[in-house]
């Protein structure tokens, strides 16, 4: 177990404390509620700020252990990270307080996919969505499952995930960057500029468009989406450190994302 793991470990309290600190006053003002803190998770979380949603997320369980969105939310947060090992460990640890929820399932089922055991994720997958209830992130983990082995199955998964009553705008950049991820940049292109179109305000949906396009090689419409990126209220860092990256490339770099991107169509 590494530093980062370690510190997500719930600090344990008792009901009193915690409904103190739930109504506790500060200069004033009201000490944030979990429900507070996993609103202001969700929001970074959009916003492509997956290490401060891990910490809010994290935040939130401290008031509420109960809060299942949260335990999702941090495996999901792991994920993006690249830590792989500690979101499976993190989505085991969280299975044994709320056995075969399914969207611990579905987030251990990816985090389980990129350590690269597909048996794991196909197990953890049929185990998800064969538990009571349904959302899109169970129907988007199995096409993530899916998605080198049966593509058309894996694009049906994905646009059932997007049925769902709880499926949104942000849904199809989860989609997208799926896709981009395993390296298929043609059929995530769709997906994030739906994203733009239903969210045109996010800064976080122009740089998931302009990851995509970047990947088939256009680097001047990633680099519009970029600089569209920065018009938009928000943290600027992101958007100038991947507008940077599009302008140090070089032209064969290019070229051999635009010709990757045409085998993955």
Excluded at 10 to 36: F, K, N
Aim: glycine residues 6%; positive net charge.
């Amino acid at each position: 177990m590494n530093g980062r793991f370690a510190k997500l470990e719930i600090e344990q309290r008792s009901p009193a404390t915690r409904a103190a600190l739930d109504t506790e006053q500060i200069a004033g003002t009201p000490v944030r509620t979990a429900q507070h803190d996993l609103l202001l998770a969700t929001d970074a979380y959009h916003s492509g700020q997956f290490e401060n949603a891990l910490q809010l997320y994290t935040r939130a369980l401290r008031g509420d252990r109960g809060m299942i969105p949260a335990w999702v939310g941090q495996v999901q947060m792991l994920v993006e990270l690249g830590e792989y090992p500690e979101a499976r460990l993190w989505a085991d640890k969280s299975l044994e307080l709320f056995k075969n929820n399914g969207d611990l399932l579905a987030a251990k089922a990816r985090a389980c996919l990129r350590q690269r055991d597909r048996a794991a994720a196909v197990a953890c997958s049929d185990a998800s969505l064969a538990s009571p209830g349904t959302s899109p992130q169970r129907w988007q983990a199995r096409g993530e499952v899916l998605l080198d082995k049966a593509p058309d199955r894996a694009r049906d998964c994905f646009e059932r995930s997007l049925t769902e009553s709880a499926a949104d705008w942000f849904d199809r950049l989860v989609i997208a960057r799926a896709y981009l991820f395993h390296g298929y940049a043609a059929p995530a292109v769709p997906y994030a500029q739906a994203g733009v179109q239903l969210q045109p305000a996010s800064s976080h949906a122009w740089l998931t468009l302009a990851r995509c396009q970047d990947a088939l090689g256009w680097g001047e419409q990633a680099r519009n989406s970029c600089e569209r990126a920065l018009q938009l209220p928000g943290d600027r860092t992101i958007a100038l450190n991947a507008l940077s990256s599009l302008d140090h490339q070089h032209t064969p770099t290019r070229l051999a994302r635009w010709v990757r991107g045409l085998f993955r169509r």
